[in-house]
């Protein structure tokens, strides 16, 4: 029996509400300057009242050392297991620009490239081309059908791009395009089995066409593709936990994360605080919410201390406006750290923060990675997180008699 | 997707170096007299120093409760799950004399003993007999052929021995001869299966002629054997991590141990200072180091806590050695704790030390076992300190996207 399985057997409705509040890259480390992290030097009054009536710990989305991309660092926050739960490359990009996958569908990453006179790939992102000229690349390449399967070509960021490939019987055990180095060319696609030959036929025989369309552009002069995937079929939130839950993102890949295990999405604005009144407004329909906070990962991706701090502190300040609505849970925690000095994703341990009438706190005052490893918690897979939040919901029956 | 599969898919080939100090039987517990461990009552100003600098835990070399031998405590520490990669007693005992067993060796572990005049035996030791004697004995016995089998004997210490059979088409698959008792006569080995009936032939002949050349001595009249094993064939470091990796042992058995992960065995003297020079003047060749400090076990097995303390402070006066070549990621733990009041290995968690320029230092400012309780890697098993060390090292990249 795996940890999905007990759950879902112990899982009932309640009235009671979960409130999870995802600071995207929420942990950091130290600036060597001061010796303080993002959070430490953060003023969070807000956040800190709330951890004193709380029970904190740290946790590892995928495991000691590991550091993790967003899907599996989102998928282990709503309880499944990463590396049981995994996303295609395809698949992702699709969630990532709102493509909503039919349950045939392949999807592959593209990318625009650029090759030589002998087929040589020179640049593996077309010198990473303006978004809008990739937008009217996409544009010529969209629509192709091969053999009744339709391409749908969907730009996505620079020489990003998704395809789509949509008929009936296809398969996507195939191999890359995409050789992943340069001074090569391109791979042919291969059937990884027979049952797939007709999927890598056509496969070939578009990036074919694409060549033959893109020939003579400089500097996207072909592409590239990986990662063909279907959409992902995992079991829902609802089945699992009994929930009604909806998720508030403003960016798309993160929607997407949350479609994929079954959360109805709420429309809502681009900023921190358009998504707590989408939440104010949603309040009543629903019993889990999942609130994305993208500005703190970003400004950690950038590398800009400075921005981060002032992202955790602007979340503070917007604090009482969730805690006012006096959900029966508040969890908040990360998918993963981003520190400022790393520019990027890390291994870290990240800081969780539950609140409910039925924790039992720690004494810990402080929403710090440091004040986090006193407490109550203790340092957890993510995934246990969703048990624990059921759990001080009472939405969890008793094992065993 | 176990642990290894997932390292060795992130895992990629760097600049950055790593040294891995393995303090053996680095834990302890408290002298009753002081109500301070060994660590507690040492004076270690370095290590402290690094200690502030790092993040510190406790590791479970196995899991709580369980006491590792030092096979098994140190594939932990190579990241390898010591319940999944076992080595034979046979082996353990070549690898532990630098004997280098070929892929179709048959070893296996042997006691000189005392059997009277029915064939009992009476003392499974023959009184610890002196290693002289015994080397002596050993070369009565070694290098009888039997159906084109060689048979190797190689004195280990006092009434240890190893004995290697080396042909065609040989078997582990056999029962020992060592009755692990006295009073009863040596069991006959017997086939356990099919495939191995030759094999348990050859050796009960070779015991019976062990016994003819044998009768009459006294008080080594006779061997037991067992342990029937092959040379481990596990994955190397450098498949796994990418890793060239180097091992400084003063004692065979870990050097076994290292070869038997794959690492390059450096030539070395007897004393932590021929250590720590033999790692300066090959520290640019390799990017992991391995070093193996005896001295801290050997004191807790004889029960001399003052010593083991002493041992302590030694090495902590030689690590300026180590740290002025500033390698990326510095790791000091043990395989396991052997406290002097117990007088050998022991299930005790073992103090964890970390540090790298991108840990995320936890305010504990003293390598001790106290200390590290509240330190911010917590207590993980030791097979996770690999995948820590990779990640701080900057040698593992993301899961997922």
């Not at 060597?32 to 953060?42: Q, V």
């Not at 033959?212 to 995992?234: D, H, T, W, Y």
């Amino acid at each position: 029996m795996d940890n999905l399985d007990l759950i879902k057997a112990l899982s009932r409705a309640s009235a009671s509400k979960i409130v999870l509040l995802v600071i995207d890259g929420l942990g950091g480390i130290p600036n060597p300057d001061t010796a303080k992290t993002e959070l430490e030097t953060a003023r969070t009054p807000n956040l800190d009242a709330l951890v004193a009536r709380g029970i904190c710990g740290l946790s590892d989305p995928i495991g000691p050392g590991i550091t993790p991309g967003s899907a599996p660092g989102h998928l282990a926050l709503f309880g499944y297991d990463p590396l049981t739960f995994q996303i295609g490359r395809g698949a992702l990009e699709a969630l990532g620009i709102d493509f909503d996958l039919e349950p045939g569908d392949i999807a592959a990453r593209g990318n625009f490239c650029t090759i030589d006179k002998d087929g040589l790939v020179t640049d593996r992102r077309a010198g990473r081309i303006p978004t809008e000229e990739s937008n009217r690349l996409c544009q010529l390449l969209d629509g192709i059908e091969i053999d009744g399967v339709r391409i749908i070509i969907r730009p996505v960021k620079e020489h990003r791009l998704v395809a789509i490939f949509r008929g009936d019987g296809l398969s996507a055990d195939i191999s890359d395009s995409d050789p992943q180095q340069t001074g090569v060319t391109a791979r042919d696609i291969a059937a990884l089995n027979q049952q797939a030959s007709r999927m890598a036929d056509i496969t070939n025989r578009f990036v074919a066409r694409a060549k033959e369309i893109l020939v003579g552009r400089q500097p996207a002069n072909m592409i590239l593709l990986r990662g063909f995937s279907k959409k992902p079929r995992f079991p829902s939130m609802t089945d699992i936990y009994k929930l009604k839950a909806a998720a508030i993102a403003t960016y798309p890949m993160y929607r997407g994360l949350a479609k994929t295990v079954g959360m109805d999405i709420l429309k809502t604005g681009q900023t921190m605080e358009d998504e707590l009144l989408t939440l104010k407004q949603n309040f009543k329909q629903y019993d889990f919410f999942f609130i994305h906070i993208k500005e703190t990962d970003a400004a950690g991706e950038d590398g800009d201390f400075n921005r981060k701090v002032a992202s955790l502190e602007h979340i503070d300040r917007l604090l009482p406006e969730l805690t006012r609505l006096e959900p029966d849970v508040i969890v908040v925690t990360g998918d993963h750290s981003t520190p400022a000095i790393l520019k990027g994703h890390s291994w870290h341990p990240v800081p969780v923060l539950l609140y409910s009438s039925y924790c039992r706190p720690d004494g810990v005052g402080r929403f710090s990675e440091k004040a986090c490893i006193t407490g109550g918690s203790g340092k957890i897979p993510a995934a246990d997180i969703m048990p624990l939040a059921m759990a001080n919901a009472l939405k969890l029956d008793k094992f065993g008699a």
